[in-house]
């Protein structure tokens, strides 16, 4: 998918709402649905992606329910019947308020996200090129469901005739410096990506991401996440010229670190990489290949640190969790 075959969103659509996914169902095609849950004596919506207009054929049958709690069914229907159900015991939608629920397709499952936190992930129990339409029905107004492309997450790295100093290429089991960086600008996400570090954080567990800072760029921010507090955020302020780390954990922040030992390792127009990796006592963080801070643990339970969400004024070009 090149970005003049980008497709439109739709905006304001009624519901319920049936329409195409142009191209079918790619690998990395991130799909956005925003809109709020109406105050009604219906207890369920629900977004398919689903093989044509019937609904006979659905690869994955997102469920939310106001009922006994709140919980949310996932599942597939093949040739009009339904597979098992699988349900997550908890409800991250509230009548009368907005949503922001993005699903991300990848190679085994889709990834599902709602008001930006990590939610769920489902294994795929049909082919996902199969599918070509999205349909959403139940007590639901949206103000749009927008595609961002496959070629955004997945842009490779190709060899070009301008090589962009101290940056480094994501290698199995190494990294190189002064590797070439693709100067080909990508549109920035409508929203952070986020993905699932399996297994959580340990000690040993690095990270990588790989990317190029828009020219423009106020600033950009890399979180590892456990649910909603965010155990480590790496804060990138081009206008002070700061990279800020901090955790915040039940909603309030803690106390800054911006100590460099250099000058702003970020450069608008630039690519960059960023390592971190996790040990004992914390993370040691490098950038373009070069050490530049330690950031001590202050949220302990890293199994349970497992979303990595990247976010702001920069191209993605990869990441290695």
Same mark, same amino acid.
């Given at each position: ?22 191209? $079918? ?29 019937? #609904? ?25 019947? @339904? ?44 082919? /996902?090129?199969?599918? #070509? ?19 955004? @997450? ?12 101290? =940056?480094?290429? +994501? ?16 549109? +920035?996400? =409508? ?12 000690? $040993? ?36 010229? +700061?990279?800020?780390?901090? =955790?915040?954990?039940?909603?309030? @922040? ?7 030992? $250099?000058?702003?390792? /970020?450069?608008?127009?630039?690519? /960059?990489?960023? $390592?971190?990796?996790?040990? #004992? ?12 801070? #330690? ?27």
């Amino acid at each position: 998918m090149n970005v003049s075959s980008v497709q439109p969103p739709f905006m304001n659509p009624s519901v319920p709402f049936t329409g195409p996914i142009h191209g $079918g169902l790619q690998e990395g095609l991130q799909i956005t649905v925003t809109g709020i849950v109406h105050q009604s004596s219906a207890t369920r919506f629900a977004v398919n992606f689903q093989t044509s207009f019937s #609904d006979q054929d659905i690869a994955f049958h997102f469920n939310p329910r106001f009922e006994e709690g709140g919980y949310v069914v996932c599942n597939t229907r093949q040739g009009g019947s @339904w597979g098992t159900e699988e349900r997550k015991m908890q409800m991250p939608f509230q009548r009368g308020n907005p949503f922001e629920l993005c699903f991300l397709v990848k190679k085994k499952k889709f990834q599902v996200t709602v008001n930006r936190n990590f939610f769920l992930q489902y294994i795929h129990r049909m082919d /996902f090129h199969k599918v #070509d339409t999205i349909s959403v029905i139940g007590p639901v107004g949206l103000t749009n469901i927008s595609f961002q492309p496959p070629r955004f @997450w997945q842009a490779s790295i190709a060899p070009i005739t301008q090589t962009v100093t101290h =940056t480094m290429q +994501s290698v199995p089991g190494q990294m190189l410096s002064n590797a070439v960086i693709p100067p080909v600008m990508y549109p +920035s996400p =409508t929203y952070p990506y986020f993905t699932a570090i399996h297994g959580g954080v340990h000690p $040993g567990k690095s990270i990588t991401v790989l990317g190029t800072v828009l020219p423009s760029a106020q600033r950009f921010h890399i979180n590892l996440r456990s649910g909603s507090d965010i155990a480590f955020q790496i804060n990138s302020c081009f206008n002070k010229n +700061s990279v800020v780390r901090n =955790t915040r954990i039940n909603g309030s @922040w803690g106390t800054e670190e911006t100590y460099l030992p $250099g000058s702003m390792p /970020f450069s608008r127009g630039q690519g /960059f990489s960023v $390592g971190i990796m996790c040990e #004992d006592t914390g993370y040691k963080v490098a950038v373009n290949s070069q050490h530049l801070f #330690d950031y001590n643990h202050r949220l302990q339970n890293l199994p349970a640190i497992n979303v990595l969400e990247v976010g702001g004024d920069i191209q993605l070009t990869s990441l290695d969790t």
